[in-house]
């Protein structure tokens, strides 16, 4: 049983526009929120994290919105290029372990 | 040189053969972590540990070993290879419960 389930699969979107990619998760206790973005032929690296005690993290055109009453988080790219064509994966912390959504491949269209 | 690196990064092996992964890192991290990728999946943790003496399993460990030589090093073993441990294969450091992962290049895996 996924224990958190990522949105959609894969994305189309044209040069300029909003990347959207949604998480949602079960279990109350995990407290650390992160993206990782993938190129093929690499490992995942981080991208950008929350915490659940904030609901909103931006880092340049990268913003993670978090709502902790709907176990629901989201990865929002503004103005997307080609060089954010790339897997993009969700996951969630409980402590010890990690556990990861089942990706995103994101196209950007120039 | 890269932090975390893995070894090899392709193999093609037959069904019930041994083979063993390895990971190193020059971060100096305590946790190291072992997943498999498989499309549609995501990453799946089969291994991980927070020291030495401390190796614990993952979502799905069965059919794996694993042996922390030392800090830096974190091997992961299949005892007897089966098809569906087809796989890409990860090795991950950390240096606390919820600071960053950071993967290496990956382990192609082809179990013939």
């Known amino acids: 049983q996924q224990q958190v389930k990522q949105s959609p699969q894969s994305l189309i979107v044209q040069k300029g526009g909003i990347s959207i990619i949604n998480c949602a998760y079960e279990n109350t206790a995990f407290d650390y929120f992160p993206w990782y973005q993938q190129f093929p032929g690499k490992g995942p690296a981080l991208l950008i994290a929350?915490?659940?005690?904030?609901s909103e993290k931006k880092e340049g055109r990268f913003t993670i919105s978090f709502n902790k009453s709907a176990k629901q988080f989201s990865l929002h790219i503004m103005d997307s290029q080609p060089g954010d064509s790339a897997t993009y994966f969700c996951?969630?912390?409980?402590?010890?372990?990690?556990?990861f959504g089942s990706g995103t491949k994101l196209n950007v269209k120039p | 040189d890269a932090d975390v690196t893995q070894t090899p990064r392709n193999r093609i092996t037959k069904t019930g053969k041994r083979i063993m992964l390895e990971c190193s890192q020059t971060k100096g991290h305590d946790r190291m972590y072992w997943y498999r990728q498989d499309p549609g999946l995501g990453l799946r943790l089969i291994y991980y540990s927070f020291d030495v003496k401390d190796i614990n399993k993952g979502e799905i460990s069965d059919g794996y070993s694993v042996s922390r030589q030392a800090q830096a090093k974190f091997s992961l073993s299949l005892e007897s290879a089966i098809p569906n441990q087809t796989a890409l294969y990860f090795c991950a450091t950390s240096e606390g419960a919820r600071e960053t992962q950071y993967f290496g290049p990956g382990t192609r895996l082809l179990v013939l």
């Open positions: 996951a969630a912390n409980n402590f010890n372990k990690f556990y």
């Open positions: 929350i915490r659940p005690d904030v």
